[in-house]
C-alpha cells in the first residue's frame, strides 16, 4: 500500500540503549528472584506477611534501578541537601532618600466628593432636587 507523504524515523543515535538493557536485566533479575524467594517461602509454609515483606524488598530496589527512578530520587535528595544561595537581579538600582516616602502637604488619599456612601458602594450617581 503506498502512503502518501513522507516517513520520519527516529535517530536511534541519541537512545542509549546498552544502559536500558542493563538496567532492564537488573529489574528482570530482582523480580525473578522475588518470586523464587517468594515460592520457596510458600513451599515451606512460611508466614504470608513475612513472604510478603520479603517479596517487596527483595524486589522494589530492581523495579526502582529498572525504571530510572533512581535518578529522580538521587536529583531530588542532591537538590534538597545542597547548600544554595540565590541572587535576584533587577534591571535598576534605585536609591531613595529618608523623605521620599513622605506625603506632601496637599495630596490627600481619599477623594473627596460630596456623595453619599450608598452612591459611592453601588456606583450610582442621582442628581439631587429630582
Keep these: 500500500m503506498n502512503n502518501i507523504g513522507s516517513q520520519f524515523y527516529k535517530d536511534m543515535s541519541k537512545y542509549d540503549i546498552g ?18 524467594v517468594g515460592a ?19 524486589a522494589l530496589p530492581g523495579v526502582i534501578i529498572g525504571m530510572k527512578k533512581d535518578l529522580d530520587m538521587k536529583e531530588k535528595w542532591q ?22 516616602f513622605i506625603q506632601k502637604k496637599g495630596v490627600s488619599e481619599v477623594a473627596n466628593t460630596n456623595r453619599t456612601v450608598a452612591e459611592k458602594r453601588t456606583g450610582l450617581f442621582t442628581k439631587k432636587g429630582n
Excluded at 22 to 28: C, E, H, P, V
Excluded at 83 to 92: F, G, L
Design 19 to 36: 544502559k536500558n538493557r542493563a538496567r532492564r536485566k537488573i529489574m528482570n533479575l530482582s523480580i525473578f528472584i522475588a518470586v523464587a
Design 40 to 58: 520457596a517461602m510458600m513451599y515451606f509454609k512460611m508466614p504470608d506477611i513475612l513472604m510478603y515483606l520479603t517479596v517487596a524488598i527483595t
Design 79 to 100: 537538590f534538597s541537601l545542597q547548600i544554595q544561595e540565590r541572587i535576584y537581579q533587577t534591571d535598576e538600582m534605585e536609591v531613595y532618600q529618608a523623605n521620599d
